[in-house]
């Protein structure tokens, strides 16, 4: 027997994989092998439910574009004096919630990086205020780095800063700014952003307080191979500390890196861009290492709906959102997009039945 088929074999018994371990397979196992074991891995977790893919009707809202981290990836932010430097007003705000809840959507992603300006009761006095005009709206916003950030500004803890943006109408944490979480990485992608493990105690606070996470990854810039590993393992070993009453990470989506036109492309010269059957891949082994996380996310909008419907038979059980606004990845050249009737069409192509869902994972 190969190595690489104890290994998977050892997986499908339920035992965790070690990081060498995701290294190994990554780098020997057959794609249609780790599709087949991905499968079962996702079809017993999903029991009952195998056939289903939940999608859900969000927007993304960016609170600005100010931003003072200077991720070496990112084409969205601007500096304070920039020209193209935007805050987003409440009249904006109202008009896009009015336009989401008449697509059928509740939920808002409200992010927008580090503006100095932004301290937390900026952030609480906005989500009160928008929860008062739209009570049925749904919050998934920020990020654990801009908690961080607050945390470092205000001097409360992480604990703290989570609880009063869940008491000011907070509702779920996305994963934005993990990346890999490696500080090797960290150091030369976005230097001025929170340490791993920072980011996963910021998460492992929220877990705490019951807010829903979800727990993210963009591949494919300076990482290597073993430290995407030891990132899956970083979450995963979080996911064991959460409480029993906590859902935790409810959900783990990766992304490719898009390179086009960023500071990282003019350091290190242009990345290859990920190619469908890696990105596959990855979603398989996310299947294969997170075990204890119920829902993989294929994540269409940065490689595509073709791609993203092998994914489902891959070890995704989600295919996201339909993203009616999204600024930041197309700012690096990932221009897919899907409207309603075409995403329960994709999910339907791909041999699954369609079910709306809300930001807990649960059937509208």
């Not at 697509?103 to 992603?109: D, H, K, W």
């Not at 038979?313 to 989600?318: E, F, K, L, S």
Request: charged share 20%.
């Amino acid at each position: 027997m190969e190595d690489y088929e104890q290994i998977l074999s050892d997986a499908l018994n339920g035992k965790e994989i070690s990081a060498n371990e995701g290294e190994v397979i990554y780098n020997k196992a057959p794609l249609t092998q780790l599709i087949f074991i991905a499968n079962q891995l996702k079809n017993r977790a999903k029991r009952g439910k195998e056939n289903k893919v939940g999608w859900i009707i969000d927007r993304n809202i960016n609170l600005s574009n100010i931003c003072v981290t200077g991720c070496k990836f990112c084409n969205f932010s601007r500096s304070k004096n920039s020209p193209q430097a935007y805050i987003t007003t409440i009249e904006e705000y109202e008009q896009k919630i009015t336009e989401l809840f008449a697509l059928g959507g509740n939920q808002v992603l409200l992010q927008g990086g580090m503006n100095p300006d932004f301290d937390l009761n900026w952030y609480c006095e906005l989500f009160k205020s928008l929860k008062k005009r739209f009570p049925k709206l749904v919050l998934h916003a920020l990020g654990p780095a801009e908690v961080a950030y607050l945390s470092k500004n205000s001097g409360k803890s992480f604990y703290e800063v989570l609880k009063t943006l869940k008491e000011s109408g907070l509702d779920s944490l996305p994963g934005a700014g993990a990346e890999i979480l490696v500080d090797r990485v960290r150091k030369i992608i976005s230097p001025a952003k929170c340490s791993a493990k920072d980011w996963l105690e910021v998460m492992h606070q929220a877990h705490i307080l019951n807010l829903p996470t979800s727990a993210t990854m963009v591949f494919g810039h300076v990482e290597t191979i073993l430290e995407r590993m030891q990132h899956l393992v970083a979450v995963r070993e979080t996911q064991n500390r959460k409480p029993d009453y906590s859902e935790g990470f409810i959900t783990f989506i990766a992304w490719p890196f898009w390179s086009k036109g960023t500071r990282l492309e003019k350091q290190f010269g242009k990345f290859p861009e990920t190619t469908s059957s890696e990105y596959i891949r990855m979603t398989a082994i996310a299947r294969i290492m997170l075990n204890n996380i119920p829902n993989i996310q294929a994540s269409w909008l940065t490689v595509g709906k073709s791609a993203g419907q092998i994914c489902l038979h891959a070890g995704a059980n989600d295919f996201g959102s339909i993203m009616i606004e999204e600024h930041v990845v197309s700012a690096a050249g990932a221009n897919f997009s899907l409207n309603k009737n075409q995403m329960t069409q994709a999910i339907k192509e791909a041999g699954f039945q369609p079910f709306l869902r809300d930001n807990r994972y649960k059937e509208v």
